[in-house]
């Protein structure tokens, strides 16, 4: 069994920071990529930022480009996603993924299907 737990959300005015963790537990399994998504009230779920678990590669959704910073500690099994400059409509549940498929471009891992494990979901909340 694979366990994806998300920790540090919660509240905070626009324009204050977050960082968020998912920490990996359980079985061993091939970790090629690891992704967080975002889904508020009455939207789909939305993909906000990748990385590549062994080379660290990065991509970013357009929405969260330039104020949130996805890195990971390997030694740790944690991946996190630090959020600056937050707006309410960064407003949702975050959930961690991971992916055990290989992509040779960095984009494909904004799709949700190519995720096998996903966490519980963190709420983070930001108030104008």
């Known amino acids: 069994q694979v366990q994806l737990v998300e920790s540090g959300g919660g509240s905070v005015q626009a324009g204050g920071s977050l960082r968020l963790s998912c920490a990996a537990s359980?079985?061993?399994?091939?970790?090629?990529?690891m992704g967080w998504f975002r889904q508020a009230p009455g939207k789909e779920r939305e993909f906000a930022a990748a990385?590549?678990?062994?080379?660290?590669?990065?991509y970013y959704a357009d929405s969260v480009k330039g104020r949130f910073t996805i890195s990971r500690d390997i030694a740790k099994n944690t991946v996190y996603l630090q959020m600056n400059s937050l707006k309410p409509e960064d407003t949702a549940v975050y959930y961690c993924?991971?992916?055990?498929?290989?992509?040779?471009?960095?984009?494909?891992?904004?799709?949700?299907?190519?995720?096998?494990?996903w966490g519980q979901g963190t709420q983070v909340t930001v108030s104008s």
């Open positions: 990385i590549r678990w062994s080379g660290g590669s990065t």
């Open positions: 359980g079985r061993t399994f091939s970790r090629v990529a």
């Open positions: 993924a991971a992916s055990s498929t290989y992509y040779r471009t960095d984009s494909h891992y904004a799709g949700d299907h190519v995720y096998r494990y």
